[in-house]
């Protein structure tokens, strides 16, 4: 019991610290979020995301970055707020895939990106919009959110509504 309570609080106090630090200094205008966690099976993840687009009839989101990138964590940061996350949680089913750190040798889940088409991640993150079906919607754009952290909000509201709305 004690050893679960202590646990418990343990947990609390690495999400509490892990927020903290995802604020920043704030000497910025966007928000951050930590949210490429490790999963056990990514390609598992994106499975069950397409599934659910399938079922929902919407579109999947995959980004792909880290926690360590301030751009991955801007990108992140813009899906939790109202707007564009709302926007996303209607047209969308969203995954993030946590990818190490591919540009010193240290990249996870780089087989998942080669199975929608991409040979190398340039930057981090990489967000591919695709169909149910697993169709890459944005192949010649999904390296180019690497400035995720520069861009305006309206500028990823609008990419990403026209990615949902887009044709196969």
Same mark, same amino acid.
């Given at each position: 019991?004690?050893k679960?309570?202590?646990?418990?609080?343990l947990?609390?106090?690495?999400?509490?610290?892990g927020a903290?630090?995802?604020?920043?200094d704030g000497?910025h205008?966007?928000?951050?979020?930590?949210l490429?966690?490790?999963?056990?099976?990514a390609m598992a993840?994106v499975?069950?995301?397409?599934?659910?687009a399938? #079922?929902n009839?919407t579109?999947v989101?995959?980004?792909?970055?880290a %926690?360590w990138?301030?751009?991955?964590?801007?990108?992140?940061?813009?899906?939790?707020?109202?707007?564009?996350?709302g926007?996303?949680?209607?047209s969308?089913?969203?995954v993030?895939?946590?990818?190490?750190m591919?540009q010193q040798?240290?990249g996870?889940?780089q087989?998942?990106?080669?199975?929608?088409g991409?040979?190398?991640?340039e930057g981090?993150?990489l967000?591919l919009?695709?169909t149910?079906e697993g #169709?890459?919607l944005?192949?010649?754009?999904?390296q180019?959110?690497r %400035?995720?952290?520069s861009?305006? #909000?309206?500028?990823i509201y609008?990419e990403l509504?026209?990615? +949902?709305?887009? +044709?196969?």
């Amino acid at each position: 019991m004690i050893k679960a309570i202590v646990s418990g609080l343990l947990a609390a106090l690495v999400v509490i610290g892990g927020a903290a630090l995802g604020k920043g200094d704030g000497d910025h205008d966007y928000p951050e979020a930590r949210l490429y966690d490790v999963s056990e099976n990514a390609m598992a993840d994106v499975d069950a995301a397409l599934t659910r687009a399938a #079922e929902n009839n919407t579109r999947v989101l995959i980004a792909f970055g880290a %926690n360590w990138c301030h751009d991955s964590r801007a990108f992140a940061g813009w899906t939790t707020s109202e707007r564009i996350g709302g926007m996303i949680s209607e047209s969308y089913e969203l995954v993030f895939v946590n990818v190490g750190m591919p540009q010193q040798g240290d990249g996870h889940n780089q087989h998942v990106l080669q199975r929608f088409g991409i040979a190398e991640q340039e930057g981090t993150p990489l967000v591919l919009a695709a169909t149910a079906e697993g #169709e890459v919607l944005n192949a010649d754009t999904a390296q180019s959110w690497r %400035n995720a952290a520069s861009r305006e #909000e309206d500028a990823i509201y609008n990419e990403l509504v026209m990615l +949902a709305d887009k +044709a196969p």
